[in-house]
Nanobody, 115 residues
Framework: QVQLAESGGGLVRPGESLTLSCAASGSIARINRMGWYRQAPGSQRTLIATITHDGITYYAGSVKSRFTISRDNVKNTVYLQINRLKPEDTAVYYC?????????WGQGTQVTVSS
């Protein structure tokens, strides 16, 4: 079992930046991939970015310019930096972890962008 705990969400103003964190604990396989997804009200959960254990990143095309995913393997933590936040970035942001056999999700952290 793997447990994921997201943090860093909250209310921010348009144009500001935010960094989300997700710490993994439990049975952490060395070979794994972590990622961030988001789900806006009334919408499906969509992929933002993923990062493998050795740092290979993938970004969904629509967000690549403002989002940066990174990880600290010592801390088993993945980060998502979001720059120039927009109201349409308002969503619940979810962390995901996979060892390419089992998938785990965090509970999500709310990000609200509003003036």
């Amino acid at each position: 079992q793997v447990q994921l705990a997201e943090s860093g969400g909250g209310l921010v103003r348009p144009g500001e930046s935010l960094t989300l964190s997700c710490a993994a604990s439990g049975s952490i396989a060395r070979i794994n991939r972590m990622g961030w997804y988001r789900q806006a009200p009334g919408s499906q959960r969509t992929l933002i970015a993923t990062i493998t254990h050795d740092g290979i990143t993938y970004y969904a095309g629509s967000v690549k310019s403002r989002f940066t995913i990174s990880r600290d393997n010592v801390k088993n933590t993945v980060y998502l930096q979001i720059n120039r936040l927009k109201p349409e970035d308002t969503a619940v942001y979810y962390c995901a972890w996979t060892n390419y056999r089992d998938d785990y999700w965090g509970q999500g952290t709310q990000v609200t962008v509003s003036s």
